[in-house]
């Protein structure tokens, strides 16, 4: 599988859609850091969603530091009772995805692996057959940590307010959406981290 080439991302998209090209130019985004894809990462996005930012952050520190700041593992999930890891914050359906998604990941000792050697679609596809784990918290593990260059972050409400206020689409529906994030491939990857920035910057209109 090709990594997130950052820069030559920028360029493409610059070449391929005008509305990009006008938002890097005056964002100039950064590429992402390195993010390692094990266990706890995915666990992290379960942990976090549908939560804000320092939700998430509190509830995740909080079951991180039971295991004294080691990365977490399937093994000390498996062992750990459910009572201890509701403590930490999260609700009962979350605990019973991560237990659940402990197990499978003890069983397939080799599940990142083979997630690194799969196309985007075969990420997506066998992420969302765990229980707890949707198109969103999929496309976050394949974007941010398997560091795939051609994932759209569909379910992401930042996104999905980028490209309606950018392309003035208000009643902006999946068939729509398609076709303006089309020209993006293969690049999907870097037009979502440029749509992020922008709504983190202020959503400023560019002419």
């Known amino acids: 599988m090709s990594e ?3 820069e030559e991302g920028l360029k493409y998209l ?3 859609d005008e509305i990009l090209r006008r938002v890097i130019g005056n964002l100039r985004p950064k590429k992402p850091d390195q993010r390692e894809p094990n266990f706890e990462s995915l666990i992290r996005i379960i942990a976090g969603q549908q939560l804000s930012s320092a ?4 509830i995740f520190q909080r079951l991180k530091s039971r295991y004294t700041g080691q990365t977490i593992t399937p093994e000390m999930i498996i062992t750990t009772f459910s009572a201890e890891i509701l403590e930490c914050g999260l609700s009962k359906p979350k605990v019973r995805y991560i237990l659940q998604i402990a197990q499978e990941f003890k069983d397939q000792p080799n599940l990142i692996e083979d997630l690194i050697r799969m196309n985007s679609e075969q990420i997506l596809q066998t992420l969302q057959k765990f229980k707890g784990i949707g198109i969103w918290s999929a496309s976050i593990f394949a974007l941010f940590y398997l560091h795939h260059p051609d994932i ?3 379910g992401d409400v ?7 206020l950018l392309y003035e689409e208000q009643n902006l529906n999946e068939k729509r959406t398609e076709e303006i ?14 749509l992020w920035r922008w709504i983190d910057e202020g959503a400023i209109k560019f002419s």
């Open 181 to 194: 994030i089309e020209p993006w491939r293969p690049y999907r990857s870097t037009a979502c981290l440029v």
């Open 14 to 16: 610059s070449e391929s």
């Open 152 to 154: 759209f972050a569909w």
């Open 55 to 58: 939700a998430a952050s509190t």
């Open 4 to 6: 997130l080439n950052f």
């Open 158 to 164: 930042s996104i999905k307010k980028a490209i309606k």
